[in-house]
């Protein structure tokens, strides 16, 4: 149920707070360590953020799209690691089970992912699927004597792994392509399961991925999500909802930008005069804010499209599009604008760009996107 | 025991106030408003307390305009259990708002009241003394430490010369200070309940107290503009540059 203004106000300026006060301090520490701080996790549980989309009978505070979107981008206003840390468990974690799950598999692992007590990561990637996620090589057989599904293959780049105690696995039960794919939960403490160190990456340092294999993993069939081969039904509704929220933290890591790119451009002074009173810094400015703004409002939009339950595969595709590559390029002009302190890293500029390129990649390339964007588009004639 | 938690809704800690061009006072025009910081040390006190087993019921209370609710379900989304807003458009001094809470406090028979030091944006460090004194109960200010028993409380105050520690009888009224404790955030599902929980609203007449005000602002002023340092050469430059200007 939608909450009132007082109350999502309420909400947002908390959310804001714990941004500005625990998460930004903490930035440059968690860039250089690689690690968020445990008992700063333990206050983003207690503060309920683990349950943001959870529904509220199943212990979490069931936002809608819109009201999520307002979280996202109070969010984005810090280290997108910072969101990571919860977003799989709000997300692509925990969204196909709710989504897709019986009354018996939500009671049994809802309440605890809304709490942060487990956490939840979404096996989808392999080294040889990406892009193209019809075509996963994991495989699920199915020995109907024991009552389980045995799991064999490798996920790539799987975020949180480090962490997770429970895994949405994408796994092949029949035929080849996309209807031969089902999804599974497999618990992190099955024998068989292992993960992988995690990666050295560009950016987003405090946030992991990493490689999870599956050697004869035994998998209850009650564990299944859905029916047989409707695993990739399910990714692609989650990987929607996904899509807009990191839309929003998009737009919030612009508007992040924009106010470091004008608190430093009103101070920083060249031949006389702070350089935020020179045209070619200004347009630096005034086309990251236009940009910001018409992606956010775009991402409200389609967000309450979605609430009001419209089909927004199209929309979603177009938002994720506008708003990753509207937040690269304003990121790209912060640096610019920074000038020499926008290339050394005590200033958070450079790191927040690196941050940043990710968005253009995962949950679902831009390339991918603008393929939906076509597809959509040429389906409905225009 | 009930604990009586009076919170002021004052300009937010980290908003830099402007002073209206003709002097009168601070622009307040769509500035962000927040609970004053040494409030929230209040609600958390009394939080701990109630979470220690020690206080049964905490009854927030604020007096100020309409938009003060928000105060309120700040507190109420913290912990606190029902508020009672005494509205008023006015301006409100220490005093007037000093007998309001002793009327409160007649109706409610709080075991301990808590207050904030002082509010923020007057820093005027006088409602809890004052009530104090209009009650005839005894009061333990500046509050470092705060040990609550049955029919006493030891306070551990903040002063000068380091800490003094002092024992109440009950019902008694708390002022606090910075280091009393480190308030929490509201946690998301707990703002969500805080519109179910009870929310009064009187008006200061309600209570039969005169809330004119008995002081008249002349003049509000920024403070004065830092003037730019000097750098010196060396320490006896820096000395001899001290005692010239009468410091050292």
Known sequence: ?382 | MKALVPVKRVIDYNVKPRVKSDGSGVDLANVKMSMNPFDEISVEEAIRLKEAGKIEEIIAVSVGPAKAQETLRTALAMGADRAILIETDETVEPLAVAKLLQKVAEEEQPGLIILGKQAIDDDANQTGQMLAALMDRPQGTFANTVELDSDSVTVKREIDGGLETVKLQLPAIITTDLRLNEPRYASLPNIMKAKKKPLDTKTPADYGVNIAPRLTTTNVSEPPVRQAGEKVEDVDALVTKLKALGIA
Request: aromatic share 6%; charged share 25%.
């Open chain 1, 1 to 382: 149920m939608p909450l009132d203004k007082d109350t999502y106000d309420q909400l947002i300026e908390t959310v804001s707070r714990f941004v500005t006060e625990r998460l930004r301090p903490l930035e440059g520490q968690v860039g250089d360590k690689d690690e968020i701080p445990q008992d700063v996790i333990d206050e983003m549980k207690e503060l309920g953020l683990f349950g943001l989309t959870i529904p509220e009978e199943y212990g979490g505070i069931g936002l809608t799209m819109a009201e999520e979107i307002g979280v996202a981008i109070a969010m984005g206003h810090t280290s997108p690691a910072m969101r990571s840390s919860f977003g799989t468990n709000i997300g692509i974690g925990s969204q196909g089970l709710v989504m897709a799950g019986t009354d018996e598999q939500k009671q049994k692992w809802l309440p605890r992912i809304a709490s942060g007590e487990l956490i939840t990561s979404f096996a989808l990637t392999e080294p040889d699927a990406g892009s193209d996620a019809g075509s996963v090589k994991t495989r699920a057989t199915l020995d109907e004597a024991k009552g389980v599904y045995r799991l064999n293959g490798s996920k790539r780049y799987i975020t949180n792994a480090d962490k997770a105690d429970l895994f949405t696995v994408m796994a092949r039960t029949g035929g080849e392509g996309a209807h031969g794919v089902s999804s599974f939960l497999v618990p992190r403490d099955l024998p068989g399961l292992s993960v992988g160190a995690h990666e050295k990456k560009m950016g987003q340092q405090g946030a992991h991925v990493c490689d999870v294999n599956f050697d004869d993993v035994e998998v209850p069939v009650e564990n299944r999500l859905g029916a047989e081969g409707e695993g990739f039904k399910v990714a692609m509704r989650v990987l929607d909802r996904g899509r807009l929220h990191i839309s929003g933290v998009c737009v919030g890591a612009a508007e992040r930008l924009i106010e470091d790119m004008v608190g430093y451009a009103s101070e920083r002074q060249q031949f006389g005069k702070p350089i935020s009173s020179f045209q070619m810094i200004q347009a630096q400015i005034a086309d990251s804010k236009a940009e910001c703004m018409a992606a956010r409002a775009l991402v409200e939009q389609t967000a309450r499209k979605r609430d009001a339950g419209e089909s927004i595969t199209l929309d979603c595709a177009a938002t994720k599009l506008i708003a990753s590559e509207m937040v690269g390029r304003v990121a790209d002009r912060a640096v610019q604008v920074y000038g020499g302190a926008g290339y050394i890293a005590d200033y958070g500029i450079e790191r927040f760009y690196r941050d940043v390129r990710l968005f253009r990649i995962y949950e679902g390339t831009s390339e991918i996107q603008r393929s939906i964007i076509a597809r959509e588009t040429l389906k409905t004639g225009g």
